[in-house]
């Protein structure tokens, strides 16, 4: 198998239980899997960890401040259930003209069957909310829009740079938090 799980502690792991090199760069094509005690801090402490996913993205400064000025625990919101990496494919103008294909990333908070951007959220409200990998959605616009979901795969890569691009645009000043995220 082309997979490397990420636990709970921030580790990347082979197999069962073998750890990656301190040189991960060399993972970054694998199919990621997540244990199920992950959270966003795992995310943060794979970062410490690996400090080489640092060099991918100048998003990770302001990022890692944020999360080492916040708690060591109970960094959660009632507003959310858990954190969710998202793919999209969208078949624009499928019946005609030029039809073009755009593959995206998403990352969004999630409680129940509803989704909201992580931009109106803390930090502090985000980092131990439980950490999922979703389905891909698959949307067709044409004379009428339909959306499919399907079971799919993540690569390391996929998930070190989405969270980090999403994050960046999270977390807006605490006095101009607004009272109620937008669900999208």
Not at 123 to 137: A, S, W
Not at 162 to 182: H, I, N, T
């Amino acid at each position: 198998m082309n997979e490397i799980r990420l636990a709970g502690d921030g580790r990347l792991l082979e197999g069962s239980s073998q750890e990656a090199p301190k040189s991960p760069l060399l993972w970054l094509g694998r199919t990621l899997v997540l244990d199920g005690d992950c959270a966003l801090r795992s995310y943060f402490l794979m970062l410490d960890r690996y400090e080489a996913f640092c060099q991918l993205s100048p998003f990770f400064s302001p990022c890692i401040e944020q999360y080492r000025q916040a708690p060591d625990q109970g960094c959660t919101t009632s507003r959310l259930d858990f954190l969710e990496l998202g793919k999209t494919v969208e078949l624009i103008g499928a019946t005609g003209g030029h039809p073009r294909l755009e593959i995206g990333m998403t990352f969004l908070g999630r409680q129940g069957d509803d989704a909201y951007d992580l931009k109106d959220f803390q930090m502090e409200e985000l980092l131990d909310l439980p950490l999922r990998l979703g389905q891909l959605k698959h949307v067709v616009f044409g004379d009428q829009v339909d959306a499919l979901h399907f079971e799919t795969s993540y690569g390391l890569f996929e998930f070190v740079d989405a969270v980090v691009w999403y994050l960046s645009f999270q977390g807006s000043p605490a006095q101009c938090k607004l009272r109620s995220a937008r669900h999208v």
